[in-house]
């Protein structure tokens, strides 16, 4: 079982930055991705980010120029660096890990954290 945990999130105003962390019990190198999503309230989960691993990132139109997803390795980590927030980015964030076991695909998520964006 591989446990993700986010930390990071919080209240900033409009304009601010905020970097969110996803530490995972285990290399993420043994995954196919890691992702970040979020969920504002009334509405669906969004992907927001992916990096895959062999480093490719990929980004939602919505915040592209303004967040960047990395990992370090050595340290069992994904980031998601939010600049230039706005209040339609407040949302529960969540972070994602997926790959393929001898028993097939599976996918694990993180209990969120809150990013509140005030205008």
């Known amino acids: 079982q591989v446990q993700l945990v986010e930390s990071g999130g919080g209240l900033v105003q409009a304009g601010g930055s905020l970097r969110l962390s996803c530490a995972a019990s285990?290399?993420?190198?043994?995954?196919?991705?890691m992702y970040w999503y979020r969920q504002a309230p009334g509405k669906q989960r969004e992907l927001v980010a992916t990096i895959t691993s062999g480093g490719s990132t990929n980004y939602a139109d919505s915040v592209k120029g303004r967040f960047t997803v990395s990992g370090d390795n050595a340290k069992n980590m994904v980031y998601l660096q939010m600049n230039s927030l706005k209040p339609e980015d407040t949302a529960v964030y969540y972070c994602?890990?997926?790959?393929?076991?001898?028993?097939?695909?599976?996918?694990?998520w993180g209990q969120g954290t809150q990013v509140t964006v005030s205008s």
């Open positions: 994602k890990a997926d790959g393929t076991g001898w028993s097939g695909p599976y996918e694990y």
């Open positions: 285990r290399s993420i190198g043994d995954f196919n991705g």
